[in-house]
């Protein structure tokens, strides 16, 4: 029972970390090293939701425009959010413990301990089980924020946060095909010194 405990905190965690690390399946510091000239395309998106969708966008984009440097980073919740899930993944672990244990916390206040902790008493590993998946539940809500941004060299092309929606292929590749068309015009054009 314990093992089962250690090994689903353990996956928890080893998950949080990889999808803030690694999107795509791929390092954001591979990304970086493998695309080092040209234009900088960066997607902020919500891993949990959005990242199939960055790994096609990403794919037909670096064929389509081979000189684009793409990068992809997760965009973060308000710190009040992050705040209440880095809260609720550590009372998740001292409540597991709790009742493993099988410590009395309401006895240290002075109150009776409620019917809910007396039936997780009896029911370890259902109690255990539970607190783990509502909490991680709660905890994925606080740091999902539906956001799917684009920037071309630090230049907002798409917000999802704005328009409600994710961009189609055809859409962000005629803003890329009218960025790209931009940025040659501006090169090409005399700069005076006055």
């Known amino acids: 029972m314990r093992l089962l405990l250690l090994l689903l905190v353990a996956a928890s965690a080893v998950a949080r970390s990889e999808a803030s690390a690694n999107l795509g399946g791929v390092p954001s510091k591979r990304l970086k090293m493998q695309y080092a000239t040209g234009p900088l395309l960066k997607f902020q998106i919500c891993v949990s939701g959005y990242r199939r969708v960055f790994e096609e966008y990403m794919r037909v984009i670096s064929q389509r425009y081979p ?3 793409i990068e992809g980073e997760n965009y973060l919740p308000q710190p009040i959010y992050r705040h209440i899930a880095s809260f609720l993944s550590v009372f998740k672990l001292v409540l597991i413990g709790l009742i493993i244990v099988g410590k009395d916390p309401f006895a240290f206040f002075g109150m009776q301990a409620p019917s809910i902790w007396q039936w ?9 089980m539970m607190v783990f998946f509502l909490s991680n539940m709660i905890e994925n809500q606080c740091m999902s924020t ?40 501006m090169d090409s054009i005399p700069h005076h010194r006055s």
């Not at 997780?120 to 255990?128: I, L, T």
């Not at 999802?160 to 005629?174: C, F, I, R, T």
Request: glycine fraction near 6%.
């Open 120 to 128: 997780g008493q009896e029911n370890k590993v259902y109690a255990c």
């Open 146 to 185: 539906g956001a799917f941004e684009i920037t071309l060299n630090d230049v907002p092309v798409w917000s999802k946060l704005e328009s409600g929606h994710l961009p189609s292929m055809q859409q962000l590749v005629q803003i890329l095909d009218n960025e790209m068309k931009l940025n040659v015009h």
């Open 67 to 69: 000189d684009i440097r």
